[in-house]
Structure formats: structure tokens, C-alpha cells
């Protein structure tokens, strides 16, 4: 006689625990290593490769995101288990400056250890079927950068973009086999799910700090480089005050839905608006620290488009969170992401702190400008 299958664990997660704070502190050096990567290649090559790296890894960031809302890390096995997912998307973030080249083998035994985590985790959870129908194409995506490795060329991004097309968008067009039924497999607790995706944000700002320290230039400190300091401090600041505005009313939406209509509405703002956002951020720690570390001297064309169009991808990120949960849109939102945008050619024509000034200012004027009207 065989031994009895395990019960799966009911029952949604109550609060984000520290352990998945720990998950995403290692998760975030992702950004860290992106913003870096992207600081030395700051051109349009250099850009795509990042939002091509950092989609392959959100998108499996986001099932993490569902499966500890189904399974809270409260017992040592499941801990253990993923501290081991953690361990992969260390492996991930380290061999992420040349992921495209030369360690592409290194973050593709990452990216497998982080997808087959995963899984296994889920299949011990109350939504086993939903991760069955979607598992393949996780698996299909990591045995694509598996391959990719064994390439040089074209043919490397032409491999990573199918890994993550096969991700993140053949489930949707294939639904006869994979998204029909597991919208209703899945349930979620709207109080955990934004909580967990709003601690990431904090975190992810909070590298855009790290980003202002390690680029002040500590010789002949001056009063001048410490106002810029203060003013790189004060964007991240109005950014983060901008999105958790907006947590208490996402958080209703989802609670006032339907279950089918709140998991729907979930992965409608907190996949692809979310990595407009985060994608943004990364844009804007690059800006950042090239505008510290050179206070003195007018910002390069590609460091200030960096600074300006993180703010603008942000925005818009936030924008579309709103929009998916169907929450009133204001037009302050996209007009500042437009506004921003403009400050680009302040920094290569002035100094990069004046252009910081600018898109600063922008920003601040939005929050201003909604107080009053609400």
C-alpha cells in the first residue's frame, strides 16, 4: 500500500512574514545590479537587455508573490524550502551584468532552481491544479535561457525574448490549455498581496538611497554637494509617497471584488503595471547615482534620459495599477510622467543636479496639487 498523499495547506497568508521580507531584500539586488549594468550602458541596447532580464525574473518574482499568499512560510520545511528559492535568485542577480554573454550558464541553474522551487511549493498548497496549468510554461521559459547559453550572437536575445513571451504571454493565448479554470484555482487575500507588493517598493526605493551613498564622491565634500544629497533623497521620497497613496484603495478594490474578479484584477495591476514601475525605478537609481557622483558637471544624454524616463515609466506603472483595478484615474499622473519626460534636456544643457531639481519639482508639484483637490 502506498503512503497517503499530504494534505495541502488551506487558508490564505494573514500578514507579509519576515522571512518573505528577507525574500525580497534578495530579490532586489536584481535591481541593484540592473541600475548598475545600466549606468555603464546607458543607451538603448543597454536598456532592452535590462528589461529583458528583469521581465524573465519579475514575472517568476510575482508567482512567489501568489504562492505565499496560498502558503505562509510558517512551517520549517516550507522555510527551508524557500530559503532554497532565495539561494536561486542570488545565483540570478551575480550573474546578471553578463547574463547575455558569458554566465548565462550560471543564471540559467538560477532560474532552474527558482522555477522548480516553485512548483514544488505549490503542489503542497490548496492551488495545485492552477500552478499544474501554468508549470509548463515556467519550465519551458528556464529550459530557453538554459539553451541560450550554449549561444553567442543574435541569437541569445532572440532566446531570452522567446522565454519570456512562453512565460508571460502564451498562457493567455493559449487558454484552452494553461489560464482557463486557473483564475478559480487560485484565491487571494488582498491585505497580504499588497502589503507584500508595497514592501518591495520600499525596498527597491530604498537601493536608490544606497545608490546616493556609494556615488557621493567623499573628496573636497562641499555645501553645494551636500544640498544634492539631500535634493537625490528628496525624489525617492516623493515617489514613494505617490504609490502608497494609492495602497488603501487597491486593497479595497480587491477586497470588494468577487474572488474569479480579484484574482483576474490582481494579475491585471500587479503584473505587467508593476513592472513598468519597478523597471522605472531601476531607471532611476542609474540617473541617480550618475548625478551624484558627478554634481559638478552636465549630465550625459543617456544618465538623463535614465532619470527622467524612470520617472515617467513610475508613473505610468501606477497609472496602470489604477486603471486595472478600475479606481479613478487621475490626470495628474500621466501629465507628470509627461513632464518629467521634458526635464531630459535640462540635465545635459545645465548640470545634472538642476535637471534632479526639475524632475523633483514635477513630482512634488502632482502631490501638492492632488492634496488640494481631495
Same mark, same amino acid.
Given at each position: 500500500?502506498?503512503?497517503?498523499?499530504?494534505?495541502?495547506?488551506?487558508?490564505?497568508? &494573514?500578514?507579509?512574514?519576515? &522571512?518573505?521580507?528577507?525574500?525580497?531584500?534578495?530579490?532586489?539586488?536584481?535591481?541593484?545590479?540592473?541600475?548598475?549594468?545600466?549606468?555603464?550602458?546607458?543607451?538603448?541596447?543597454?536598456?532592452?537587455?535590462?528589461?529583458?532580464?528583469?521581465?524573465?525574473?519579475?514575472?517568476?518574482?510575482?508567482?512567489?508573490?501568489?504562492?505565499?499568499?496560498?502558503?505562509?512560510?510558517?512551517?520549517?520545511?516550507?522555510?527551508?524550502?524557500?530559503?532554497?528559492?532565495?539561494?536561486?535568485?542570488?545565483?540570478?542577480?551575480? @550573474?546578471?551584468?553578463?547574463?547575455?554573454?558569458?554566465?548565462?550558464?550560471?543564471?540559467?541553474?538560477?532560474?532552474?532552481?527558482?522555477?522548480?522551487?516553485?512548483?514544488?511549493?505549490?503542489?503542497?498548497?490548496?492551488?495545485?491544479?492552477?500552478?499544474?496549468?501554468?508549470?509548463?510554461?515556467?519550465?519551458? /521559459?528556464?529550459?530557453?535561457?538554459?539553451?541560450?547559453?550554449?549561444?553567442?550572437?543574435?541569437?541569445?536575445?532572440?532566446?531570452?525574448?522567446?522565454?519570456?513571451?512562453?512565460?508571460?504571454?502564451?498562457?493567455?493565448?493559449?487558454?484552452?490549455?494553461?489560464?482557463?479554470?486557473?483564475?478559480?484555482?487560485?484565491?487571494?487575500?488582498? =491585505?497580504?498581496?499588497?502589503?507584500?507588493?508595497?514592501?518591495?517598493?520600499?525596498?527597491?526605493?530604498?537601493?536608490?538611497?544606497?545608490?546616493?551613498?556609494?556615488?557621493?564622491?567623499?573628496? &573636497?565634500?562641499?555645501?553645494?554637494?551636500?544640498?544634492?544629497?539631500?535634493?537625490?533623497?528628496?525624489?525617492?521620497?516623493?515617489?514613494?509617497?505617490?504609490?502608497?497613496?494609492?495602497?488603501?484603495?487597491?486593497?479595497?478594490?480587491?477586497?470588494?471584488?468577487?474572488?474569479?474578479?480579484?484574482?483576474?484584477?490582481?494579475?491585471?495591476?500587479?503584473?505587467?503595471?508593476?513592472?513598468?514601475?519597478?523597471?522605472?525605478?531601476?531607471?532611476?537609481?542609474?540617473?541617480?547615482?550618475?548625478?551624484?557622483?558627478?554634481?559638478?558637471?552636465?549630465?550625459?544624454?543617456?544618465?538623463?534620459? @535614465?532619470?527622467?524616463?524612470?520617472?515617467?515609466?513610475?508613473?505610468?506603472?501606477?497609472?496602470?495599477?489604477?486603471?486595472?483595478?478600475?479606481?479613478?484615474?487621475?490626470?495628474?499622473?500621466?501629465?507628470?510622467?509627461?513632464?518629467?519626460? =521634458?526635464?531630459? @534636456?535640462?540635465?545635459? =544643457?545645465? /548640470?545634472?543636479?538642476?535637471?534632479?531639481?526639475?524632475?523633483?519639482?514635477?513630482?512634488?508639484?502632482?502631490?501638492?496639487? &492632488?492634496?488640494?483637490?481631495?
Amino acid at each position: 500500500m502506498g503512503h497517503p498523499r499530504t494534505a495541502p495547506e488551506t487558508g490564505t497568508a &494573514d500578514g507579509v512574514t519576515l &522571512d518573505e521580507v528577507f525574500f525580497d531584500v534578495v530579490f532586489v539586488l536584481t535591481v541593484t545590479q540592473l541600475a548598475s549594468a545600466l549606468e555603464t550602458h546607458s543607451n538603448w541596447a543597454g536598456f532592452g537587455s535590462s528589461a529583458l532580464i528583469f521581465g524573465l525574473l519579475w514575472y517568476l518574482y510575482t508567482g512567489y508573490a501568489w504562492l505565499n499568499n496560498h502558503l505562509p512560510p510558517r512551517r520549517n520545511a516550507t522555510r527551508l524550502m524557500l530559503f532554497t528559492g532565495m539561494a536561486g535568485f542570488l545565483l540570478t542577480a551575480v @550573474a546578471l551584468p553578463d547574463a547575455l554573454t558569458h554566465t548565462g550558464a550560471l543564471f540559467a541553474v538560477g532560474y532552474l532552481v527558482v522555477v522548480a522551487v516553485h512548483l514544488i511549493l505549490f503542489l503542497h498548497s490548496d492551488a495545485r491544479s492552477g500552478a499544474l496549468r501554468l508549470a509548463p510554461y515556467n519550465i519551458a /521559459a528556464a529550459l530557453l535561457v538554459l539553451a541560450a547559453a550554449a549561444f553567442t550572437g543574435p541569437a541569445v536575445p532572440a532566446l531570452w525574448a522567446a522565454a519570456v513571451l512562453t512565460q508571460s504571454v502564451l498562457p493567455y493565448l493559449l487558454p484552452r490549455l494553461s489560464w482557463t479554470g486557473a483564475p478559480a484555482a487560485f484565491h487571494l487575500r488582498p =491585505a497580504h498581496f499588497v502589503e507584500r507588493h508595497g514592501l518591495l517598493v520600499i525596498v527597491a526605493l530604498g537601493e536608490s538611497v544606497v545608490a546616493i551613498g556609494m556615488g557621493v564622491p567623499t573628496e &573636497d565634500l562641499t555645501a553645494g554637494k551636500a544640498a544634492a544629497i539631500v535634493l537625490a533623497l528628496a525624489l525617492p521620497v516623493a515617489l514613494w509617497w505617490t504609490y502608497f497613496t494609492d495602497t488603501r484603495p487597491a486593497e479595497a478594490a480587491l477586497a470588494a471584488a468577487a474572488p474569479a474578479t480579484r484574482t483576474r484584477l490582481a494579475a491585471r495591476a500587479y503584473v505587467l503595471p508593476h513592472f513598468l514601475l519597478l523597471i522605472g525605478v531601476i531607471a532611476t537609481v542609474s540617473g541617480l547615482h550618475a548625478a551624484v557622483a558627478h554634481p559638478d558637471e552636465p549630465a550625459t544624454p543617456g544618465a538623463a534620459l @535614465a532619470l527622467s524616463g524612470g520617472v515617467a515609466l513610475y508613473l505610468i506603472g501606477i497609472t496602470a495599477t489604477r486603471r486595472a483595478l478600475r479606481l479613478p484615474l487621475p490626470l495628474s499622473r500621466p501629465t507628470t510622467a509627461l513632464a518629467a519626460l =521634458a526635464t531630459t @534636456a535640462v540635465g545635459p =544643457a545645465l /548640470a545634472a543636479p538642476a535637471q534632479l531639481v526639475a524632475v523633483t519639482g514635477v513630482v512634488v508639484l502632482m502631490l501638492v496639487t &492632488d492634496t488640494l483637490r481631495a
